[in-house]
């Protein structure tokens, strides 16, 4: 007996002694009693936080590690763990929340950053914001916005951003086209061209398609996000529009090609013309250096205003971590001009500030942000939608009946369903 | 424990009878360690999911709210779920003869006083120790429509066969929603061949050749000898391949995540029940719709052997 009660007080000493590394007179959000304005100082900060990855290629995981060698330069009392969760990674972290030991500060992806909003992983950021002074406008607003839950509150800062614009083989095409018409006749006068299978690769879902919905004019919701507007006549021209490049062979999807994806289509010389993200440079660059290709931004369309679609991914805190101080010190230096520098300065990531220089290379896609919509996270159940949309699609091409109303007629149900649910 | 009737004189307790109660003690003792685990681990956790099913879970808090049978209602509504069963039932009829035909014809070949048995033997098994993920995603690649599949079809020249089947030169045979589910049907009939293969060795070579000889004697070539003497006698392994087969064929998941990702595209071709499960877990972060998902799957299988067992299982009267 008496063994276990020493046993238990050795234990309850340690507990305490872990628990006073967390630096006194600062309190974690929401913690502090009402009225207290004590400004939060990251600089006063000390203590560890483990930062959790997803699993990508070695070049994302030494930039990361560079921007966390310079924040500990700038912080020398916060120490970061940068750990990778391999494997599918958001069922590893939904796994990791139920055991209530996330990392402290992790990835949170636009796809999927409002359902983990409204599950409570996520802590409020507000406190932190307000307290420190730290300004959120130099962020694309629509970036941004992803991360703000419906109660108003912030729980992810962007940490990095992507939009998509048409990038092309400079050998084939000369001049880029800028509007939707001028690309349809691009496409045109290189069908049966040698060397290459088709004029444009596609992507027959709404990963792309969405930006030539709105580039056409039409519209997946309304502007409140809260009904759906794919069932107008405008978006039915719109899709039709988009359908008829399929109809008739001016594009056609990477697995018709026999490609991976669209940029290794263009990579391979299968296309001339295809549409992607800040992310074709990197792949570019190492595999197929030798083609001559450039960005070129999202032709207009008959909407009349440039629009594309942006994918974002953002910094979090765990509602349950018990380093959130440290956490934030990290996050807000990451997401901030120098740690954001460091992370999209060697071309890996592009920037969400609108403060951060331009990496070599980007200045198309950093333009995109400006005025693009966000291609994930708007909604909840989106993924339904667009697996409802993509089947749809995919059916119509493959079955060479080209007609969009089963498309419209799928998507609908499934964005009903997914906004009443 | 039954008392040995030694003839020791009876003041003397009998040594057989207290070694007879360290024995059992003993082993009682070597089955409770796995028997504890097998409670815990698989028991406990299919009541657990029972106990999940009912509640309103949240992943952070645990049970809400009691719902009752709610998921359970909400399943048999769901269009998602049936089309899923629909695809699991398809594939399991299909693939559990097959692999069973494959399995027991391998079995057969390896039977054979041929050069090279345990060779053959252990390559025929390889595919089924080898990382179901690192085949699946070769599959892929073979299979893509400019993979080593339709490029040797067409060197062969046998692609005007296929075109009257109506699939062009250059099929894609995992991304197109009419042919995704038969070619995960063949890559799993090829890999799991070899463990069925194993267990048809096992009951062949239990055969005695007795029976062989009188047939020998009676003049029955081999194609007969195989059908009228051979495959009746493997009745108690064609059932107990039969269930093994049909309680993994209703639990396909690994090819259909890796051929065509969390919604089991091409158009929900490959979609199953576990992957569905797997969706309501971590897409729609439902664990309690989940959890009845796997107590439905779980009473399908149970019915399915079950009803195999009542079918097939009586073994014939020497």
Redesign the interface.
Known sequence: MRRALAFAMAIALITVACSAGNSPGTTGAGGSPGGSVAAFDPAAISGNATLGEWDSSPAEHSAVSSALAAFSVTYPNVKVDQTTISGDYRAQMITRFGAHNPPDIFYVNAEYAQDWIDQGFLAPLDDYIAKQGFATSPFFKNYLDIFTGSDGHIYGLPKDGNTIAMAYNSDLVSTPPTTMDQLVQTAQSLVGKPGIKAPMCLNAALDRGLAFLYAQGGSLLTADNKAEAIDTPASKAALQWYMDLFKNGLGVTNKALGDGWCGEALGKGDVAMTFEGGWLLGFMQTTYPKVNWKFAEMPTGSSGSKVTISYTAAYGIGVDSANKDQAWTALQYLTGTQGMAVWTGGGIAVPSRSDVPVPDGFDIIVKGAAYSKPGSGFMKGYNDVQTAFANAFDQEITNKTYNVDNVIAATVAAINKALAG | MTATAAPAPASAPTPGHIGARREAFAGYLFIGGPMILFLILNIGMVLYALYMSVWKW???KGPLAFIGTQNYVKILSDDKFWHAVQNTLYYTVIWVPLTMAVGLFLAVVVNQKIRGQTFFRGAFYFPAIASSAAITVLWIFLV????LFNEIRGALGVNPIFEALGYGP?Q?WM????TAMNSVIILNAWTTSGTFMLFYLASLQSISHEVYEAAAIDGAGAWQTFWKVTFPLLRPAHFFVATVGVIGGLQLFDQAFIGGGP?G????ALSTIVLYL?NA?????N?SYAAAMGIVLFVIIFSATLIQRQLFGRTPAA
């Open positions: 949240s992943v952070l893509s429509p400019f993979g250059n894609d991304g197109d929603y009419h919604n595209e091409p158009n929900g797997y877990l971590f897409t729609q972060i664990f």
